[in-house]
């Protein structure tokens, strides 16, 4: 069964950092891009950053250029996304999902449509 954990999130104070992860069960990372999204109350879900399979392919949404760092580690079938200077804006259900783009490829997207297989989520409060 293919299954995407999110773990990492938490309450931590504005200014502060954390890493997320997402790992994968059931099928391996090398053949999918993937994305990080998130969701506030009452609002749409959106893009935050993505990594193509090869992992020569980033995308950031601009609200969190500088800050958010994705990567990969395809040896542990698990995908990063580093948060620093998080702000109380950052507050959201995160999502990881995959993109079934094929090994060796340098896509990344942040459209969600794209994306055939979603985590649970992990919830990441920013407040003091």
């Known amino acids: 069964q293919l299954q995407l954990v999110e773990s990492g999130g938490g309450l931590v104070q504005p200014g502060g950092s954390l890493r997320l992860s997402c790992a994968a069960s059931g099928f391996t990372l090398d053949y999918y891009g993937i994305g990080w999204f998130r969701q506030a109350p009452g609002k749409e879900r959106e893009g935050v950053s993505s990594i193509s399979s090869s992992g020569g392919s980033t995308k950031y949404a601009d609200s969190v250029k500088g800050r958010f760092t994705i990567s990969r580690d395809n040896a542990k079938n698990t995908v990063y996304l580093q948060m620093n200077s998080l702000k109380p804006e950052d507050t959201a259900v995160y999502y990881c999902?995959?993109?079934?783009?094929?090994?060796?490829?340098?896509?990344?997207?942040?459209?969600?449509?794209?994306?055939?297989?979603w985590g649970q989520g992990t919830q990441v409060t920013v407040s003091s």
């Open positions: 999902a995959a993109d079934p783009a094929g090994s060796g490829s340098y896509y990344s997207t942040l459209i969600d449509t794209e994306y055939d297989y």
